[in-house]
């Protein structure tokens, strides 16, 4: 059972709001990654971290924004929601080992109205 | 860069019947190899990973799958399927020693009495 935990896991919005998504993980993984998904289409990294103190943009352009202050904790912001970021974002882990499976969050549902 | 392509965006398939879902990638370097299943409203949860040596390899839920380098193809396979699977199921690569995944747009098994 992987330990890494989205909130919220759906929310509705107005446009214009500003948004975080938390994303939490307990096995002391360094790497955490979050990913964009929209329906039947694939997932689009959009930010990554490879420890305390480090982020960085993902293949995807993005107008979110990360922070990764502590291991554990990687949230995800959106300083003004627009419909477009309507999407499901996931959230992921994985330790110091680049030949380990990475584990996913149950992710978010976000939808801007 | 990694690419991934699954060519069949929905396989119907009847409860007990064999099932094949098709993966082929692209890279220029050495890479890793992942099978996903996402259920509905959740998370993804990895099935299988080809890191290296024997070309087939067996995941959980009794799927397996093998991985032809000639080919750059890491076919999934399941001799019978239950309706339990039913589900979206991604293929990804990533470079070895990396964790960065890049994804497939994803397979929708529907499995039905």
């Known amino acids: 059972e992987a330990d890494i935990y989205q909130t919220p896991r759906y929310l509705v919005i107005g446009t214009g709001k500003k948004i975080t998504l938390e994303c939490s993980q307990t096995?002391?993984?360094?790497?955490m990654y979050w990913y964009q998904q929209d329906p039947g289409m694939e997932l689009h990294l959009i930010h990554y971290?490879?420890?305390?103190?480090?982020?960085e943009k993902g293949d995807l352009s993005s107008e979110s924004t990360v922070s990764r202050i502590r291991t554990e904790h990687f949230p995800l912001t959106l300083e003004s929601a627009r419909p477009s970021h309507t999407s499901q974002y996931l959230c992921?882990?994985?330790?110091?080992?680049?030949?380990?499976?990475?584990?996913f969050g149950q992710g978010t549902r976000l939808t801007v109205v | 860069a990694q690419s991934v392509t699954q060519l069949d965006s929905q396989v119907p398939v009847f409860e007990e019947a064999p099932v094949e879902l098709r993966c082929n990638y692209s890279?220029?370097?050495?890479?890793?190899l992942f099978w996903y299943v996402q259920y509905p409203n959740q998370g993804l949860q990895l099935l299988l990973k080809?890191?290296?040596?024997?070309?087939l390899v067996k995941g959980i839920n009794g799927f397996e799958a093998e991985f032809n380098k000639s080919q750059t193809s890491f076919h999934l396979r399941k001799p019978s399927v239950h309706i339990s699977d039913t589900a979206e199921y991604f293929c990804?690569?990533?470079?070895?020693?990396?964790?960065?995944?890049?994804f497939g747009t994803g397979t929708r098994l529907l499995v039905s009495p």
């Open positions: 992921a882990s994985s330790d110091r080992e680049g030949n380990t499976e990475a584990f």
């Open positions: 096995m002391g993984h360094d790497k």
């Open positions: 971290s490879y420890g305390v103190n480090s982020t």
């Open positions: 890279s220029s370097v050495s890479v890793y």
């Open positions: 080809y890191l290296s040596g024997s070309t």
């Open positions: 990804a690569v990533s470079r070895t020693g990396f964790q960065k995944l890049v």
